[in-house]
């Protein structure tokens, strides 16, 4: 059976009166909740205080953390900057050589473009960060684009220079010039295709250019003949040798060795007869030599 009531009785010391008190059952058990109550309560409250002092602690390193990291995105972004400004200049000296080689200009350029407020966030500023990554690998593929044209052209150049005839073929007077002359063999007007360079039988005879050997015979006329393909239109022909002293098909460099002087063919005298022709149209020479 359970008891419904607790009696308590207080005897003081020395008294001879003793207090009595009537308790209910469930009025202990309210004073038991309220105590399991107040010490939840205060452990509670202790454990917010200690976190509460470790989030300080926490938020002040963030925050030393957050004005590092601002502090490096900017100095990012500043020699991201830098950058830039000397991608501008390398697009201008481009630009320039360009001209120089009269290539036209490149699609328009990104990288001079760029600019705009400065960025207030963090969010913000990796975004622009972002933005000038990409402008300026754009920029770089176009230089590499442009840089790989110049090259080309070069090039070209270079091989259209060794493929220009340039200088006299052979050491010598020059006794006839291009152009319409009085035929001293039939005495009639007629254009002379080419240079005469009167010189002893046996003297070399150079290559004025780079180029092969087309041919290397002998023809009416021009009795042994030898003819160079340079490329870019540009033919030679060497006429009235003694000697021819290369193949057809064999590669020339200018200033190899590639005949000798002589008098074959229809000739007056040891001479070289040199004819520059583009495209088939000959040419004056003496603008090569
Ligand atoms: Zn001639």
Known sequence: MSTKRYTVLLIPEGSHTVRRFGLKRSWLHLAAGVAVLLVVGVSLLAYDYWRLGFD???????????????NELQ????????????????????????VMAKLSKPKAD??????????EDVAGEFSAMQ????????????RRESQEEIQGFLNDERSLFGAKPLGKPTNGWITSGFGMRKSPFSGRRKMHEGLDIASRTGTPIYATADGIVSRSETAAG???????????????????????????????????????VGNTGSSTGSHVHYEVRRN?????????L
């Open 75 to 98: 100095r990012l972004t500043a020699s991201l900057e830098g950058l830039r400004q000397e991608l501008v200049v390398l697009a201008q000296n481009d630009a320039k050589v360009r």
């Open 222 to 260: 021009y009795g042994k003949l030898v003819v160079i393909d340079h490329g870019y239109g540009y033919k030679t022909y060497f006429g009235h040798n003694s000697k021819n002293l290369v193949k057809v098909g064999q590669r020339v460099r200018r200033g190899d060795k590639i005949a000798e």
């Open 56 to 70: 300080r602690g926490e938020l002040a390193r963030l925050q030393v953390e957050n004005r590092t990291q601002h």
């Open 280 to 288: 088939g149209v000959p040419l004056n020479p003496w603008k090569y």
């Open 131 to 142: 933005r000038q990554i990409d402008e300026i690998m754009q920029a770089i593929d176009l």
């Open 110 to 119: 990104a990288v001079a473009g760029v600019g705009g407020p400065p960025e």
